[in-house]
């Protein structure tokens, strides 16, 4: 377990009569964060600790001639050389998103192993793994490696590498590892009868979470009972343990993976840093020491397994005169890097909003996930619907222009009215909630407001104009699939054909594992099961079991469990905790008054209709009698202790809800909530420069009830700055060799308080009918949106001059601009 901590902060509600629930309470991991008495994995070094270095490839595609380790072995401070021959002999591969690929020769198996194995596939690649008594001796032991490498041509580019002229794993002999076309309706029919078809191509860079904390972990042996104790940051530990103890060859109860309560972010990046808990505890096993490695940031930028979508869109859509869209046709490649990494189905959770906020019947979704001489893909805060909704909206955008229609009426003409909800999609998905027509207006007479005497003013807009700055904006629109968890994830791993003869009882969605113990002074103690990196948890938690209980914040504490002492669960991701952790907490909570008055009513030999719960005490009606925690505690203590264990499990919000059927059985990604924005951020283009300056964010949001305006805001915001670096700032810059031009945060753009401006957010509450709280899923809204809506402002800004959608990719660099205003003079 890791370690606890008190809440001691905000811990007194405005009035008696107010919950703490739905109030802006200050988070309570902030205040040891702040102060410096937070623990995160570079605090964590156990006695007798050694350190690992790893050795890694220069190259994009190489084959290894050689490895001589007998220079570095002989250097006095090395305790141990890994490379994959060692691997080999004792240890498996790691699993992978795909790990078998079928072809016309048939079906051959797709290997990971932890070290690059004869061919080095991307730049950075671990080669060789060296441990020595310290980092800075580790460094210089990976120095003496000696890796002789034959270079080969490399492919780095998506649409390239489909014609498999150069192919990165030679055994599997294509790079196309998974294709697939589904259609829903009938597409050809509506592309032919409608009276108009627009068409697009988008391209979305490859980008990185760049977490403030790189990936570290601490693994140790245990000889006597031949098990691991794993410490590392790694999102989703109950769910991805299985990479690590199958890769090791070991039981899950073998290997205890835990995570500290402190870890300096991840928005999806670091469920994918298991091969760094498998080379320590590899190392660890052969040297029965402790041994630790941390990332260095070009590690992190280059080879960190932790890169993003990678696609190319054509996008197709069938719109008659008079707005109405009748099809949509959806084309990607999706360029995943060297290997198939665990999270492959983010190609497939943009069927959980495959036509977004617009009612459309008739869809195809296809897409080919291909296989580059580049970093690997993980998951990343969206989880490949920012791309899709960036692609849609600026196809939206282009349709209406065709005909002669104003961008925003052409989207209210389209959406999902109120009445349809709860709104089946053609992909099976639903939306449980929302008035998307009203939120859009809102955010129209934001813009009213603007142009008149504010930032799109007429008179001001024109003087821009003539200093070379043009301004615009273009309000786009999107939904924010929350709360997945089910099996559907593994859609890629089964067998196609048996999809069809699947039944809803054959598919396991995964609760929200929630547990407490009353402690002998009255206080409370929750343990999650998840993970946490930065989301909250422990403030909603104890802000939720306050309420509950009818007692302080301040008397409950929230300590996670590892990944042996939690049953496997999804965990924090995919816009899932608010819904699941608050469901799971109302859940203990009723599940621990129902204890304590059982527990009261023993102790004085009454049935427990006669005991009521109030206040954080147990009263025994009519007699004036009651107990404190405190005095329940010790009168339990005395007993069978039922007021120390107790564990609730909340499940999914689709479990028993029949219309989610089809997609589980389908295997069609299932999210049972659905928040809604829609965004107008103002932008100015300077046309000498190529720069664009966002000069507000406006931005209108409905996540159901907040049950922390705080911590909803902070989410949004924080995603919004992630969504303008990867508008405007960041990219890798990939060389046709496959060489990355920017692995140093001097040449990878992050958003500062410089690109940041000032949000400006309000909010629509539609209650989610699925879930416990009515709370939806928000923690990957911003960075879903923002992109899109400040494509689609360019655009806007841009327009006068006569540029066809100068904002055609990702990121939208100041060249890609300058570009766009040569070709036209």
């Given at each position: 377990m890791s370690s606890s901590h008190p809440t001691d902060a905000g811990t007194e509600p405005e009035t008696e009569s107010e919950s703490f629930t739905g109030q802006g309470l200050p988070r309570v991991e902030d205040h040891r964060i702040l102060t410096g008495n937070a623990e995160f994995i570079h605090d964590i070094t156990p006695e007798n600790c050694l350190h690992m270095a790893l050795v890694r490839s220069m190259h994009a595609h190489a084959e290894i001639e050689s490895i001589d380790t007998e220079e570095a072995e002989a250097h006095p401070d090395c305790e141990l050389?890994?490379?994959?021959?060692?691997?080999?002999?004792?240890?498996?591969?790691?699993?992978?998103?795909?790990?078998?690929?079928?072809?016309?020769?048939?079906?051959?198996?797709?290997?990971?192993?932890?070290?690059?194995?004869?061919?080095?596939?991307?730049?950075?690649?671990?080669?060789?793994?060296?441990?020595?008594?310290?980092?800075?001796?580790?460094?210089?032991?990976?120095?003496?490696?000696?890796v002789e490498y034959d270079a080969v041509e490399a492919v780095a580019d998506g649409m390239a590498a489909r014609e498999d002229e150069v192919v990165v794993h030679e055994d599997v002999g294509t790079n196309v590892v998974d294709h697939e076309r589904?259609?829903?309706?009938?597409?050809?029919?509506?592309?032919?009868?409608?009276?108009?078809?627009?068409?697009?191509?988008?391209?979305?860079?490859?980008?990185?979470?760049?977490?403030?904390?790189?990936?570290?972990?601490?693994?140790?042996?245990?000889?006597?009972?031949?098990?691991?104790?794993?410490?590392?940051?790694?999102?989703?530990?109950?769910?991805?343990?299985?990479?690590?103890?199958?890769?090791?060859?070991?039981?899950?109860?073998?290997?205890?993976?835990?995570?500290?309560?402190?870890?300096?972010?991840?928005?999806?990046?670091?469920?994918?840093?298991?091969?760094?808990?498998?080379?320590?505890?590899?190392?660890?096993?052969?040297?029965?020491?402790?041994?630790?490695?941390?990332?260095?940031?070009?590690?992190?930028?280059?080879?960190?397994?932790?890169?993003?979508?990678?696609?190319?869109?054509?996008?197709?859509?069938?719109?008659d005169d008079d707005g109405t869209i009748r099809g949509l046709e959806v084309w990607f490649v999706d360029d995943f890097g060297a290997y198939p990494r665990y999270p492959v189905n983010q190609v497939l959770k943009p069927l959980s909003v495959v036509t977004n906020s617009y009612d459309i019947d008739d869809v195809t979704y296809e897409y080919d996930l291909v296989l580059t001489n580049k970093t690997s893909q993980t998951a990343y805060r969206g989880f490949g619907v920012d791309p899709h909704i960036y692609a849609l909206e600026m196809c939206i955008d282009k349709a209406a222009r065709a005909i002669d229609m104003d961008p925003t009426a052409f989207r209210r003409h389209n959406l999902i009215q109120p009445e349809q909800m709860p709104y089946t999609l053609p992909s099976k998905n639903i939306y449980d909630s929302g008035d998307y027509p009203a939120t859009l207006d809102r955010i129209e007479e934001i813009i009213e407001d603007e142009r008149d005497g504010g930032l799109l003013d007429p008179e001001v807009v024109e003087a821009k104009r003539k200093e070379g700055k043009y301004r615009g904006v273009q309000p786009s629109v999107i939904i924010e699939p929350g709360v997945s968890g089910s099996d559907w994830t593994d859609r890629q791993r089964s067998d196609r054909e048996a999809l069809a003869d699947r039944s809803r009882d054959d598919v396991e969605e995964l609760p929200e594992h929630l547990r407490a113990t009353l402690e002998n002074d009255g206080t409370v103690t929750a343990y999650l099961a998840t993970d946490s990196s930065g989301q909250g948890h422990q403030t909603l938690v104890s802000q939720l079991l306050a309420d509950e209980l009818e007692i302080l914040p301040s008397d409950i504490e929230v300590d996670y469990l590892d990944s042996i002492d939690a049953p496997t669960e999804y965990g924090s991701a995919a816009s899932r905790m608010a819904v699941m952790l608050s469901g799971a907490t109302v859940g203990l909570a009723e599940r621990f008054v129902q204890t304590a008055t059982a527990v009261a009513a023993d102790h004085w030999g009454v049935s427990e209709a006669d005991v009521s719960y109030r206040d954080g005490a147990v009263e025994r009606i009519d007699s004036g009698d009651s107990l404190s925690l405190a005095e329940l505690a010790a009168i339990d203590d005395d007993g069978d202790r039922r007021l120390t264990q107790i564990s609730y499990n909340y499940e999914h919000p689709a479990t028993e809800h029949e219309e989610f059927d089809e997609a589980f059985s389908r295997k069609f990604p299932v999210y049972p909530t659905a928040a809604f924005g829609a965004n107008a951020p103002i932008v100015e283009v300077d046309i000498e420069t190529g720069e664009v300056d966002i000069l507000t964010f406006h931005t209108v949001r409905d996540c159901g009830t907040m049950l922390n305006p705080m911590i909803v805001e902070g989410q949004a915001h924080g995603g919004i700055a992630q969504g303008i670096g990867a508008s405007l700032l960041e990219e890798f810059g990939?060389?046709?060799?496959?060489?990355?031009?920017?692995?140093?945060?001097?040449?990878?753009?992050?958003?500062?308080?410089?690109?940041?401006?000032?949000?400006?957010?309000?909010?629509?509450?539609?209650?989610?009918?699925?879930?416990?709280?009515?709370?939806?899923?928000?923690?990957?809204?911003?960075?879903?949106?923002?992109?899109?809506?400040?494509?689609?402002?360019?655009?806007?800004?841009?327009?006068?001059?006569?540029?066809?959608?100068?904002?055609?990719?990702?990121?939208?660099?100041?060249?890609?601009?300058?570009k766009n205003v040569r070709e036209l003079e």
């Open positions: 050389v890994l490379t994959a021959d060692d691997l080999k002999a004792e240890y498996n591969p790691m699993p992978t998103g795909i790990d078998s690929v079928e072809t016309e020769d048939g079906v051959t198996d797709l290997f990971e192993w932890s070290l690059a194995d004869e061919k080095a596939r991307f730049v950075g690649e671990p080669v060789a793994a060296v441990v020595a008594s310290d980092r800075y001796a580790a460094e210089d032991v990976a120095d003496l490696v000696d589904i259609e829903f309706g009938d597409p050809a029919g509506a592309f032919e009868d409608a009276d108009n078809v627009v068409e697009g191509e988008y391209s979305w860079g490859r980008i990185s979470g760049v977490p403030l904390e790189t990936a570290g972990v601490v693994s140790s042996y245990d000889d006597e009972g031949d098990s691991f104790d794993i410490d590392c940051n790694i999102q989703l530990h109950t769910l991805v343990d299985n990479m690590i103890y199958e890769t090791l060859g070991y039981e899950e109860d073998d290997v205890r993976v835990n995570v500290p309560a402190d870890v300096g972010g991840s928005y999806g990046t670091k469920i994918g840093i298991h091969r760094y808990c498998c080379l320590t505890a590899m190392a660890s096993h052969q040297l029965e020491r402790p041994v630790k490695f941390e990332e260095d940031r070009i590690e992190n930028l280059q080879g960190g397994d932790m890169h993003c979508s990678d696609r190319e869109y054509e996008m197709r859509m069938a719109v990939y060389e046709a060799d496959g060489q990355p031009q920017a692995i140093t945060l001097f040449d990878y753009l992050l958003p500062s308080i410089e690109n940041v401006p000032e949000i400006q957010m309000e909010h629509t509450e539609t209650p989610s009918p699925y879930t416990e709280t009515g709370a939806k899923g928000v923690g990957e809204g911003g960075m879903i949106d923002a992109p899109a809506s400040i494509a689609t402002s360019i655009n806007a800004a841009l327009e006068p001059l006569g540029i066809d959608e100068p904002a055609d990719q990702i990121p939208v660099a100041p060249d890609h601009i300058r």
